[in-house]
């Protein structure tokens, strides 16, 4: 009797660390100085990376005035999502997994990518690199007094964001969000931050998750008609981290 009471003492003890673990492992950083140029150096390796092969890695800090996020993409896959499709950042000031401010970046807008498509030079072209330099601005949405749309790169909000591709064919992205933009006036109170390598199949999800559920009824037995995806990726493409801001 007393070895089972000692089995089950270790067992408890190994679920609570593992539960305080897997809750911990997204950890907001202590603030410190950054320079939103797209070189991560002040990071150093803080970066928390999702998964053995480091596909790709983020990390979040914030100071008085500022949210600040940086990403880091390995996998070549992630990397044209990343350069097509954008990297957004979404704030929910009340700490709830759902969209609310959203900054998307890169994002290269259908007139960009149908020149692309057409530019005789593009087998000479790093289609990546490209994407970067001819996005045309921010697509910002739910932010407080931002209008929804896309936001000029010079904009008065202090909103920016920068990518590059370094030479070692590593992604990198920093960007920083002004608290003011996004309307947080308590910093006590938990904040929801997510953070997405935009893709074809998240975009799929959102869309079949919003629309209504289909059922049909077939020799009296009620199935549900819309279709399932599967996940092509091998590693988580987004992160919520849910918490309270450095003060």
């Known amino acids: 009797m007393k070895k ?6 270790m067992i408890f003890s190994c679920m609570s660390l593992l539960a305080q673990k897997k809750k911990e492992q997204y950890r907001l950083l ?3 100085p950054i320079t939103v140029d797209g ?8 970066l928390f990376m999702m998964d053995p092969d480091s596909s790709w890695g983020f990390a979040i800090s914030n100071d008085a005035h500022f949210i600040y996020v940086a990403v880091q993409v390995k996998d070549p ?10 990297i957004l950042i ?9 969209d609310a401010a959203q900054l998307l970046f890169p994002v290269p807008d259908a007139e960009t990518l149908r020149a692309m498509a057409n530019d005789d030079n593009l087998p000479n072209l790093n289609v990546r690199e490209e994407l970067i330099k001819r996005s045309r601005g921010y697509q910002v949405k739910g932010f407080d007094q931002i209008v929804d749309g896309l936001l000029s790169f010079e904009n008065t909000y202090e909103v920016h964001a920068v990518a590059k591709l370094l030479p070692n064919d590593r992604l990198v992205y920093e960007a920083k969000i002004p608290l003011e933009s996004v309307a947080i ?20 999800q959102k869309l079949m998750k919003n629309r209504p559920n289909t059922r049909q009824s077939v020799y009296g037995r009620t199935y549900n008609s819309s279709p399932s995806l599967k996940n092509p990726y091998k590693v988580k ?11």
Do not use: C, Y
């Not at 070189?39 to 803080?46: I, K, P, R, T």
């Not at 992630?78 to 350069?83: N, V």
């Not at 493409?237 to 003060?247: H, M, P, Q, S, V």
């Open 185 to 204: 006036k308590d910093i006590q109170k938990d904040v929801a931050i997510q953070i997405m390598i935009n893709n074809r199949f998240a975009q799929l």
């Open 4 to 9: 089972i009471i000692i089995n089950l003492i």
């Open 237 to 247: 493409t987004d992160i919520w981290w849910i918490g309270k801001l450095n003060e």
């Open 90 to 98: 979404n704030i929910n000031k009340e700490a709830k997994k759902k």
């Open 30 to 32: 202590p603030s410190f």
């Open 77 to 86: 896959i992630l990397q044209q999502d990343a350069t097509r499709h954008g």
């Open 39 to 46: 070189s991560l150096a002040e990071w150093g390796d803080q």
